[in-house]
């Protein structure tokens, strides 16, 4: 009787593990775009929400694509009565943080691609802390926002 009843009580135990929530990543990336290239230009922008799962400040320092020479982060700001563009040396996420990448505020900009790139195609794009990947990313690319309401 006893030995019945330790199986039973082991199988209800191993039962109750796979109802375990699942652990959240420690980075989640929603909503990422990037906009098609005007024609003849060989610059665009990439936009997303990234949220910060972990319970330490997320810096992210390094942004590439193997489809673009080369991705900057960058912030538009008012300075004199004019919008300008200025690249920022990283994204400061804090824990629990959710940031937006949008057009007129932080956004990642795209140089010089290496094949065309037209709405409806994909760009890979990867987010990282110093070497270390924290985000790898395969982004629409869309005339306008596919998320707009």
């Not at 994909?122 to 924290?134: F, N, Y």
Request: charged share 15%.
């Amino acid at each position: 009787m006893n030995r019945v009843l330790f199986v039973c009580i082991a199988a209800l135990g191993m039962l109750g593990l796979g109802c375990q929530p699942a652990a959240q990543p420690p980075v989640e990336v929603s909503n990422a775009w990037l906009r098609a290239p005007a024609p003849g230009k060989q610059v665009t922008a990439a936009y997303m929400s990234i949220q910060n799962n972990s319970d330490a400040a997320l810096v992210i320092d390094r942004v590439s694509s193997t489809q673009f020479a080369r991705v900057e982060i960058h912030a538009t700001q008012m300075q004199d009565g004019t919008m300008r563009m200025r690249e920022q040396a990283a994204l400061t996420i804090a824990p629990g943080e959710r940031i937006s990448l949008a057009p007129g505020g932080l956004h990642l900009m795209l140089f010089d691609p290496t094949d065309a790139v037209d709405a409806g195609s994909t760009v890979d794009i990867t987010l990282a802390t110093g070497s270390q990947p924290v985000a790898q990313l395969t982004v629409p690319v869309s005339r306008d926002n596919p998320y707009a309401d």
